[in-house]
């Protein structure tokens, strides 16, 4: 059984303050990565004995090419859209997110995070590797991911894996690579 409470820790410190999830408390954040496995996404990770990286594995087509969030959601996201919490303000912008509407392509590499002790020693660019291998196994065409334009060691990794920038929006490039 995937340990989302030790994801959700890697992620809060692994992402810098300008992340979108960073202010959220860490049980909104596990909630976070919760809702994304529920709907049949993947979470990759890279232990020895303990978590020390995982990749968040998307596929918008298990949205049924459905962005409200109501609807994508189900049940469960109208009870946390009845709470006055951040978490649901998150999960708007993420699915509303016009940006991410304009990529054509539905499978992402949401995120990558390494925990802090574990950070320069390649883990990203296995987890990157990992991803695409998974993707070609199901079949996929084409991989997107969008990276903060602040994010320096992200968007060098995505590039240096050999994704082509396919638009920049205000303050995020968006990527997308074919694969084999």
């Known amino acids: 059984m995937l340990d989302v409470p030790q994801i959700a820790e890697i992620h809060k410190s692994s992402?810098?303050?300008?992340?979108?999830?960073?202010?959220?408390?860490?049980?909104?954040?596990?909630?976070?990565?919760?809702?994304?496995?529920?709907?049949?996404?993947?979470?990759?990770?890279?232990?020895?004995n303990v978590i020390q990286a995982f990749a968040l594995l998307v596929d918008y087509s298990s949205f049924n090419n459905d962005l409200n969030p109501i609807?994508?959601?189900?049940?469960?996201?109208?009870?946390?859209?009845?709470?006055?919490?951040?978490?649901?303000?998150?999960l708007l912008k993420r699915l509303r997110n016009?940006?991410?509407?304009?990529?054509?392509?539905?499978?992402?590499?949401?995120?990558?995070?390494?925990?802090q002790n574990y950070k320069s020693m390649g883990l990203a660019s296995i987890l990157l590797n990992a991803s695409e291998e998974f993707f070609v196994a199901k079949g996929v065409e084409a991989v997107g991911a969008t990276v903060k334009k602040t994010n320096e060691a992200s968007n060098r990794l995505f590039r240096k894996a050999g994704f082509e920038l396919e638009y920049e929006a205000r303050d995020t490039n968006h990527y997308h690579r074919r694969l084999k």
């Open 15 to 48: 992402y810098r303050d300008d992340h979108l999830t960073s202010a959220l408390p860490i049980d909104d954040i596990k909630a976070y990565y919760s809702f994304y496995l529920e709907k049949g996404n993947t979470i990759l990770v890279y232990e020895d």
């Open 98 to 115: 016009p940006d991410d509407q304009k990529s054509k392509i539905s499978h992402r590499v949401l995120s990558i995070a390494t925990h």
């Open 71 to 90: 609807n994508a959601w189900g049940p469960r996201f109208k009870i946390l859209l009845k709470r006055p919490l951040p978490l649901a303000k998150v």
